[in-house]
């Protein structure tokens, strides 16, 4: 080897929007770079300017000159280092999703990305054109190719790259998790330097946006479709490794750091962590209310939030009713105390009794149904939602995905929040991330979710004896045709073909397409799978489409 090329992936997390605190982010990233790694070189995800997504923020009047002003201050800090990122750049009236390469105050090449994706939580062919080039640029004498995040999982790009005479590619991202999302990015890579004989060098971007969260997990991968770099998932940091340059121009691996791969449960519930704490980080919430039912959904969501911003900034509220068992409140108590949170308990007898009597003439001659028992709901949101503007707290809401899938929940009752963490995270999920949290402190006496909450038949406790399964399938049976009809698409009689019950597929169909309603005015929550209520999956209210093939 001649010389080396020390690079830092700047695997950070920005805040949609704040492009003057990003570039911030970008200066000190890079002397931070310079002065603890000696770095030639640091890249940073895609569109690190302004965040991503961006949105209809990417339509505002004022984005070219803030954008401008921007690069214009990178320019001028004249860094010793070569900085590598991505920002939206209006070329000729059009705005491209670009990469920008930079080094003592001389941009020396800027990239349009060419693959625009437009499916599932992506929407960028509303925004941006299709750039048409490839970009090689020298860096210490090594032909280096750039792309941005979807380039990547096309083949075009790679191949011009190589024609061009690349002898390495860097890919900046803004790729969201979900789950198994890190095996398919490393079979992709794996695939991709094969093809074009080099390394890639995949940096991604750390956070949480909304409903979205960025796992991170950059990677460098050899020209073998070897992974011989990555950074650890969840994990906000600059990540440095050395490359080598032979007399002939090729590039080496010659450093060495391989974060653990980590169980699905593992990387689920880091990823839960993540959205809440940037959720109530970056939106300035003072911390976060719940209510605590001692059942196992707002158990799971109480270790999370806790876990995600310290127990100091969590409040527990157990509110019972005539129909509450000994079992909760003895369950949800100690889970707080357990948890060492702010935990109060207020009875909503009293408020259920004002709400009947208001109605009493509306109600006259009228069976009792669950009309009844959703007022015992919208009780106990309105005391949380009482406190949320009292104190600035975020109310968190506790339905799993299989409950908001089939509408099991109410409107402006266990419904009214503003976050939702498990809304996309299914029954038969949430049992496991509870044992899967219990582990974690298998040398202490006490579960943090106790074992009698897990045990427990799953209940809204709006009836006496109730259970879930009065009006739901098993949720074992339940998430496997939700599963189906959902997240894979598949129709009514397709799933019968499958073995499943007639009656009982029909009937979980015309529950989910009927409560299409209820899921458009639920909390923003964190998306886990490909198929997320959201972004995702974009149904129309009103519609006659039948079930069936």
Not at 237 to 257: A, D, H, K
Request: charged content about 25%; some cysteine.
């Amino acid at each position: 080897m001649t010389q080396t090329l020390k690079m830092v992936m700047g695997q950070l997390n920005f805040l949609v929007g704040d492009i003057d605190g990003n570039t911030e982010i970008v200066i000190q990233g890079s002397s931070d770079a310079i002065n603890e790694h000696a770095a030639d070189m640091i890249v940073f995800p895609e569109l690190t300017l302004t965040g991503y997504p961006m949105e209809d923020l990417l339509l505002r009047p004022s984005l070219e000159n803030r954008i401008d002003k921007a690069i214009d201050k990178i320019l001028k800090a004249n860094l010793g280092i070569t900085i590598v990122l991505g920002y939206p750049r209006v070329f000729d009236a059009k705005l491209y999703n670009a990469l920008g390469v930079i080094h003592r105050g001389e941009l020396l090449g800027e990239y349009h990305k060419q693959c625009l994706p437009n499916y599932q939580v992506f929407d960028e062919r509303r925004y941006f054109e299709p750039g048409q080039e490839a970009c090689v640029i020298k860096i210490k004498n090594i032909p280096c190719a750039f792309t941005v995040c979807e380039d990547l999982w096309q083949e075009g790009p790679v191949r011009d790259s190589k024609l061009l005479g690349a002898k390495m590619l860097v890919n900046i991202n803004a790729s969201p998790f979900h789950i198994n999302k890190s095996k398919e990015r490393q079979d992709l890579l794996a695939r991709r330097c094969l093809e074009g004989n080099f390394p890639i060098v995949y940096v991604n971007l750390v956070g949480g946006q909304d409903e979205l969260v960025f796992d991170g997990g950059s990677m460098v991968v050899d020209a073998k479709g070897q992974k011989f770099y990555q950074a650890p998932s969840f994990k906000e940091g600059l990540y440095p490794f050395t490359l080598g340059i032979t007399s002939g121009g090729m590039v080496e691996l010659c450093s060495q750091l391989i974060a653990p791969n980590v169980s699905v449960e593992e990387s689920v519930y880091q990823s839960l962590m993540l959205g809440v704490r940037d959720y109530v980080r970056k939106n300035k919430f003072a911390g976060v209310v719940l209510g605590l039912s001692g059942g196992i959904d707002s158990a799971l969501t109480l270790a999370i939030a806790v876990d995600a911003l310290g127990a100091e900034n969590v409040q527990a509220v157990m509110m019972p009713f005539e129909y509450t068992s000994k079992l909760s409140l003895d369950a949800a108590a100690k889970q707080a105390r357990r948890l060492n949170v702010k935990y109060k308990v207020i009875p909503i007898n009293k408020i259920y009794r004002a709400f009947e009597s208001a109605l009493k003439e509306e109600f006259e001659d009228t069976v009792p149904d669950v009309s009844e028992q959703n007022l015992q709901a919208r009780s106990r949101g309105v005391i949380l939602m009482g406190i949320s503007n009292k104190k600035g707290f975020l109310v968190l809401t506790t339905g799993n995905k299989s409950e908001i899938a089939v509408g099991y929940s109410t409107l402006y009752g266990d419904m009214a929040g503003g976050f939702n963490v498990l809304k996309d995270v299914s029954k038969t999920l949430v049992y496991e991330l509870a044992r899967y949290r219990n582990a974690l402190e298998a040398s202490k006496v006490e579960d943090v979710i106790p074992q009698e909450v897990i045990d427990r038949a799953p209940s809204a406790e709006l009836l006496p004896g109730q259970s879930d399964e009065d009006s739901l399938p098993p949720y074992a049976i339940l998430d496997e045709i939700l599963e189906l009809y959902v997240e894979k698409d598949l129709s009514a009689d397709a799933i019968i073909l499958q073995g499943f019950d007639k009656k009982v597929v029909q009937h979980v169909v015309k529950l989910v397409d009927r409560n299409e309603y209820k899921r458009r005015q639920s909390p923003v929550g964190i998306r886990l799978t490909e198929r997320g209520f959201g972004r995702d999956r974009r149904y129309p209210i009103t519609n006659g489409w039948k079930i069936g093939d």
